[in-house]
């Protein structure tokens, strides 16, 4: 048995959890959504979110357990299974944590058993139904009392003002006004790109496995540029080697190509692309054999020196001390199940 365990954070919901759990589905945004911990036997936990009514009183925690209870015994009334319940269960030993919210734990019991905590914050009033499951006759409470409490569902006060995003061993904090719009969950490349003023500037934020195969033939102010092309088409741009969290690295700086260019292209009417300017690091940490990127667009010329370069850079933890489980995740998601794959898609649940 392995005792390491890890972060898993994603807009906003937070978790410590044994290293082995790893997202196995996602879903959503950050007003509601879903997300999945799988270990390569089984579903782990599953947490689902949802913000407050803007307007109008929230409905009690205890009227939404009736609802999810009442779908469960529905479903499984249809497939002829055995389903039982019990109510505001009492397995949690500290409830410390819990003082001042509104919330029920209560436990199922079907295929699984589920270890449920229904809960609203009472500072960001978010709605977050959690469980954590385990086969059925396993004793799980000590695993349940370490996992649960763990769950923290807004950021971190410490993390000033940012956004920790932690799923397959890579952690990013991102300034919380930026909203992810778009990721890809690639065993050998995670992307995550985030948005704010209407698109006015993004962030994208690239993790990259196997730098040092990747690496063999180039070094990085050549690897950049090319592994990049396509992303780099509408810049005149230029890399320079730089030391990056005490990592080899290089700094890229782009603005917008002429508008003749952009207007001798066919159909340039039809798609023309913002002008944007573009700030970027890319450094490679052989600590966890991974290139780290983050890029920085936006419409606006930037002015001086870029400390929010700075900031995007030094929110982007690439190794810790106890990052060796985390490495060798990565290499089981490289090589192992196609677990990744499953990602965002809809299925039943
Ligand atoms: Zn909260
Ligand atoms: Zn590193």
Not at 145 to 169: I, K, M, Q, T
Not at 193 to 220: C, E, V, W
Not at 317 to 335: G, K, N, P, W
Request: proline residues 5%; neutral net charge; glycine residues 6%.
């Amino acid at each position: 048995m392995n005792d390491a365990h890890h972060d898993f954070s994603w807009q906003g919901i937070r978790l410590r959890v044994p290293a082995e759990w790893e997202l196995g589905r996602v879903d959503g945004d950050a007003k509601s959504g879903y997300a999945r911990l799988d270990d390569a036997r089984m579903v782990r936990a599953e947490v689902e979110w949802r913000a407050a009514p803007v307007r109008g009183a929230r409905r009690p925690v205890s009227d939404l357990v009736d609802r999810y209870i009442e779908q469960l015994q529905k479903k499984a009334d249809k497939s002829g299974m055995e389903f039982s319940v019990q109510r505001q269960a009492r397995f949690l030993r500290d409830k410390r944590w819990l003082e001042g919210s509104e919330y029920e734990t209560f436990i199922w019991e079907a295929d699984y058993r589920a270890y449920n905590l229904a809960r609203a914050c009472p500072e960001c009033h978010r709605i977050v139904l959690m469980r954590v499951l385990a086969p059925v006759g396993e004793n799980a409470e000590a695993l349940v009392n370490e996992v649960l409490p763990s769950l923290e569902d807004h950021p971190r006060e410490a993390d000033g003002g940012r956004n920790l995003w932690s799923v397959y061993g890579m952690r990013f904090l991102a300034p919380v006004d930026f909203e992810l719009t778009e990721y890809e969950l690639k065993s050998g490349h995670i992307r995550l790109t985030f948005q704010k003023d209407g698109g006015n500037r993004t962030l994208r934020i690239h993790r990259l496995s196997m730098a040092q195969m990747l690496l063999r033939d180039h070094d990085l102010e050549d690897w950049y540029p090319s592994f990049f092309r396509k992303d780099l088409r509408d810049f005149l741009f230029t890399v320079h080697p730089a030391r990056i969290s005490n990592h080899a690295g290089v700094l890229v700086q782009g603005g917008p190509r002429s508008r003749w260019r952009q207007i001798l292209r066919p159909l340039p009417m039809v798609n023309p692309r913002p002008r944007r300017y573009l700030q970027g690091a890319a450094w490679h940490c052989p600590e966890q054999n991974r290139i780290c990127v983050v890029e920085h667009l936006s419409k606006k010329r930037p002015e001086g020196e870029d400390d929010f370069l700075k900031e995007l850079i030094d929110g982007y933890v690439c190794h810790t001390e106890q990052a060796t489980s985390d490495a060798r995740l990565d290499d089981e998601l490289a090589t192992g199940p196609q677990r990744a794959a499953a990602l965002g898609e809809d299925g039943d649940r």
